[in-house]
């Protein structure tokens, strides 16, 4: 099992104050410095929960950092202009020395929140929500071509390049890879979009991740991957199945459910009054062998990295109590 951890690009917000933003970079080091965390993560959302921009924070991380790999977890693309995209990536892959991995979904919206609507960020940007999955595929048709070809021919109902150069060109050879990320068990994994989406996945994403699934779920999700995989005639070897696990481990359970729930409530702008009414009940809160047991069960589901997101004020101590108490288990 591999791990990695969030910088939480919403903490600064949350706990605002002067050196908030130095603090989530010094985080960062620390995360890289802990030498047990293979990635260190950003996420993203544009209107409905403020927070520090995805891809400006990873671009700091990148200068602050050394050897772990820089990921979106996960950038909602369409909402980005292709080519800016395309620069914007690059650009993060030739700071961070070659260690970038974009991380892609369509966004969605988190039950009981009372931020902005989902609908809104896709008017903002004068873009139908309806047709977002489109646009996430074109988009990773064009990345692909804008990272590999020197002068970019790309026509789609979204993006008109006619002979235009782009550079510079991510330092990963031939391009850095592309995750895609999705939910399906909250729909239901026969619902006609949801197969596509997964569809979409097993033929043309380098690893997938979820989030909010228990192990059942998991392996469900991750076994209709391999199927679609083998029906498109492609090695699902060459998926990295991944998923993003909210944690908040301490010495006594009830404690550490109550100040994760807090969190939760505060990061999503919602009332849940416990995580047993909340999206994030299946995840890990408690002692360090609840998580040890949580993530056992995900990674005998199919998983091979879980990438953290601790749901507590302080996450230095989230970090070092994960470290010391839950990595071990795992060595």
């Known amino acids: 099992m591999q791990f990695g951890v969030n910088v939480n690009t919403r903490w600064p917000v949350i706990f605002a104050g002067e050196t908030a933003g130095r603090r989530m970079l010094d985080f960062a080091e620390a995360i890289e410095a802990a030498g047990a965390y293979e990635y260190i993560v950003a996420g993203d959302n544009f209107l409905s929960t403020p927070r520090y921009e995805c891809l400006t924070t990873l671009a700091a991380v990148a200068a602050r950092t050394r050897r772990a790999k820089i990921a979106s977890a996960c950038l909602i693309s369409p909402l980005r202009h292709s080519a800016w995209l395309a620069l914007a990536w690059a650009t993060i892959d030739q700071l961070s020395g070659g260690r ?10 988190r039950a009981g929140s ?37 002068v970019v021919t790309h026509r ?3 993006i008109h390049l006619a002979g235009v150069p782009l550079a510079p060109k991510p ?47 998991y392996r469900t ?28 481990v301490g010495p006594d359970r009830a404690a550490a459910r109550r100040e994760a729930n807090d969190f939760l409530n505060r990061y999503y702008i919602t009332s849940f009054k416990s995580l047993e009414e ?19 069960a995900q990674q005998e589901a199919g998983c091979r990295l879980v990438c953290l997101r601790f749901a507590a004020k302080d996450q230095f101590e989230q970090l070092d109590r994960f470290t010391r108490l839950v990595v071990p288990a795992f060595g």
Request: net charge neutral; proline share 6%; glycine share 6%.
């Open 221 to 248: 999700g991750w076994d209709l991957v391999r199927k679609l995989a083998d029906e498109e005639r492609r090695d699902w070897r060459q998926i990295l199945p991944s998923y993003q696990m909210t944690v908040a």
């Open 171 to 217: 330092l990963q050879k031939p391009y850095p890879p592309i995750w895609v990320s999705n939910n399906p068990q909250r729909f239901g994994f026969n619902t006609p979009s949801i197969v596509r989406a997964m569809r979409r996945i097993a033929r043309l994403a380098d690893g997938w991740m979820t989030a909010a699934a228990d192990a059942a779920e």
């Open 278 to 296: 909340s999206y994030w009940v299946k995840d890990a809160f408690g002692t360090p062998e609840d998580v040890i047991a949580r993530i056992k």
């Open 100 to 109: 970038s991995v974009l991380n892609i979904c369509v966004g969605g919206v």
């Open 156 to 158: 789609s109902d979204f």
């Open 114 to 150: 009372t931020g902005v609507p989902f609908e809104v960020q896709y008017q903002a940007v004068g873009l139908p929500h309806t047709r977002r999955g489109e646009v996430l595929e074109d988009q990773i048709h064009f990345l692909r071509k804008a990272w590999t070809e020197d």
